[in-house]
């Protein structure tokens, strides 16, 4: 009766769909037919356009976390800033060329250099570069005490070119508010700024080099989908050309019906904000659901945004995310009985993550080793750019251009630290596995499409566990790695990933792309610039404590200073069972990669077993679970047409729950100020 019932629908579903396929099932975006305007590739306008996107997203952003409290717009791999914020311009122009013609419609390319721009420059607010950039620097004078004997083994660390001291009480008016009528101590900051401006810039461009050199190796040869991709192409690939009032991506009945299902749902409890009487749908609230004794529990929380993503992933993967979720569950349970050290409460730590990062880093290397014909021939064309070793005519940048970047970025970056105290012993391993840790995190998002990903171990973490523990690191090098990880460690891939998305976009830029490489460079310094300088100013004029409840100013600062006050106090030494279940991780990653390459019906995806445990993947596997499903339906009731037909749906549904957000923002800003609400999480 029930599978009779599931095929009525389908059917019914398919009459609906009867137009011509969404997207083509190779995944292959073409780009809409724009006679008007002409798609003459990246314009200056575009560029222009793009640039006020950044300016906007940035205001935005930290508003809306310090001083409204309300939904994150720079967290997850696809912020929702600028997400929000295009789709608000795609449609706003659509509706202006409609009425006042043509002239205010951009080509399918102008939207994917503005979307662009408006990308890279999201790492920059908040939980980009400035809230921990701001943190680091404020946090070690102002919080010192007797007790945590900070003045004693941090301070004698700190070069004063790159982290001011606290004499004339600059640091104490950023957290408590400024003396009535006392301008804003720039002179403080200017200097080290400065500083810190030049060293996250080499970072990033080294890294934003770095991923154009692989965009071939992952994009043509491996032919990796990028599913995290398809939507965005979609939006920006149909935009409004005049000819309706709005764009031709937001058209068709079961786009409607996506848009409905979840704008009834968000509206209706952003309604309840103002009668708390009315029940809500739980859509910003999960719960930890007990396992059993001695087992990590499981979190149980369907995110809407995680789903419209999810859904473009591959089965395979999606089933192996949540797999090896439970995979987790129950060894952790099962050591931890042993008495075995394998989570903390809700995730994997220890034991367990030494075998995630085991299983990680063997992945990294096994990416790199078959790619080592690409590096090659990507070297020689760089080292002879007239010869016909490859053709780099589709990148942003040529061959050359990336690696004399990337050379002298990472030169300016060895010597900025070294001049900072860290030990060149310490350099020699943490900047290689800076690279490895990024890349590996920008290819596990080229091949998932999943938005909320994070390496289970830090470069530090690993060039710790390389050198035999904390001991044999200078006390300068521990006191440094928490200010440098602002760029070195960053929990996002930096612009590595950043990068191998917008590389990804670029192939579906018409003419001249070439000046797109200039915009992201200006849109990323704007975008650290403008929002590290426009939190210092909050602070200085509302007082940072009151950008509480914030983790990034206050918490953060703390745990990381701690941490290198505690290794230099006392350094512990690597233990010996944690090097055997980083042999087991790796040695159970090539296991699986043998299978995989050896037997195509093979169902579980590696990248499940490189991130299990990890804290965002446990608080998003019950999504990847529900979407897995939804999908794993949906193919086995009306098979691939079925499946390409219900992409509207979920189009829909992703342009419903970004609106969603900006109208909660706009509520917020309106009636709870600042006590505001989170529609939008960060998981």
């Not at 008007?36 to 996107?53: C, E, H, Q, W, Y």
């Not at 409460?345 to 220890?350: Q, T």
Request: aromatic share 16%; proline share 6%; hydrophobic share 50%.
């Amino acid at each position: 009766m029930t599978a009779l019932l599931l095929k009525t629908i389908a059917s019914h579903v398919l009459r609906l769909t009867s137009h011509p396929p969404f997207m083509t099932a190779q995944q292959t975006y073409p780009i809409a037919d724009s006679p008007d305007p002409a798609n003459k590739g990246v314009t200056v306008r575009s560029l222009i356009f793009g640039l006020v996107l950044v300016v906007t997203i940035n205001a935005l952003a930290t508003v809306a976390r310090y001083i409204m409290h309300s939904s994150f717009m720079a967290y997850s791999h696809m912020p929702m800033g600028n997400l929000m914020l295009t789709l608000l311009c795609l449609i706003v122009c659509s509706v202006l060329a409609r009425y006042f013609g043509k002239r205010f419609a951009f080509s399918p390319s102008e939207w994917l250099a503005i979307f662009s721009m408006g990308f890279i420059c999201s790492l920059g607010p908040t939980y980009g570069v400035s809230g921990y950039l701001v943190g680091v620097i404020v946090t070690p004078y102002y919080f010192s005490s007797p007790e945590n004997r900070w003045a004693e083994f941090l301070h004698p660390h700190l070069p004063e070119w790159i982290i001011p001291s606290n004499r004339d009480g600059a640091m104490n008016w950023f957290y408590d508010g400024l003396p009535a009528g006392a301008p804003v101590p720039w002179s403080v900051w200017l200097g080290p700024l400065f500083w810190w401006f030049t060293f996250v810039c080499a970072i990033a461009l080294a890294c934003f080099c770095a991923s154009v050199i692989m965009r071939k190796q992952w994009a043509e040869y491996e032919k990796l989908v990028y599913p995290a991709m398809e939507p965005i192409v979609e939006l920006t690939t149909q935009p409004g050309t005049g000819r309706t009032y709005l764009p031709e991506f937001m058209q068709g009945r079961m786009f409607w019906t996506g848009f409905g299902v979840v704008g009834v749902i968000f509206v209706w409890n952003i309604i309840a904000w103002f009668h708390p009487a009315l029940p809500k749908f739980p859509t910003a609230a999960g719960t930890w659901v007990p396992i059993g004794r001695n087992f990590p529990p499981q979190w149980v929380f369907i995110s809407t945004v995680g789903i419209c993503f999810s859904y473009f992933a591959s089965l395979e993967l999606l089933f192996s995310m949540w797999l090896f979720d439970l995979i987790f569950i129950v060894e952790s349970g099962i050591l931890d009985q042993l008495g075995i050290t394998a989570f903390n409460r809700y995730y994997a730590s220890k034991r367990y993550l030494w075998q995630t990062t085991g299983a990680f880093v063997a992945l990294s290397l096994w990416w790199v080793w078959i790619a080592r014909a690409h590096l090659k021939e990507a070297f020689q064309k760089a080292l002879h750019p007239k010869s016909e070793h490859i053709d780099d005519s589709r990148e942003l940048i040529s061959y050359r251009a990336a690696f004399c970047y990337l050379a002298a970025s990472v030169a300016y970056a060895l010597v900025w630290l070294s001049a900072a105290g860290m030990a060149w012993k310490v350099l020699a391993i943490l900047l290689p596995f800076m690279f490895l840790s990024y890349g590996a995190v920008s290819k596990i998002l080229a091949d998932s499409g999943l938005i909320y990903v994070k390496a289970p171990s830090t470069a530090w973490t690993l060039t710790t566990a390389l050198m035999g523990g904390a001991r044999a690191i200078p006390a300068a090098s521990h006191a440094m790695i928490y200010p440098a990880s602002v760029a070195i460690d960053h929990f996002r891939g930096f612009t590595f990933s950043v990068g191998t998305h917008l590389n990804r976009l670029s192939d579906f830029i018409t003419g001249n792309k070439r000046p797109l490489f200039g915009g992201l460079c200006v849109a990323f310094v704007i975008g650290i610039v403008s929002s590290t300088l426009f939190t210092i100013w909050l602070g200085y004029r509302i007082g940072g404590y009151n950008f509480s409840p914030n983790w990034l100013i206050i918490r953060a600062g703390i745990g990381g200073y701690q941490n290198s006050v505690n290794a230099i106090i006392s350094p512990q030494p690597m233990e010996e069972i944690d090097y055997w279940f980083f042999l087991i991780g790796a040695f159970a990653m090539y296991a699986l990669l043998f299978l995989r390459y050896q037997f195509t019906w093979w169902p579980l995806h590696p990248i499940g077993l490189a991130l299990s445990g990890t804290g965002l993947a446990r608080l998003t596997s019950f999504t990847i679970f529900v979407a897995w499903l939804i999908k794993f339906t949906l193919l086995r009731i009306g098979g691939a047409p079925f499946y390409r037909r219900s992409k509207p749906f979920f189009i829909g549904m992703l342009v419903a729950y970004v609106l969603s957000t900006a109208l909660g923002l706009v509520v917020d800003a309106i009636w709870f100020m600042p006590q505001g609400h989170t529609v939008h999480k960060w998981y």
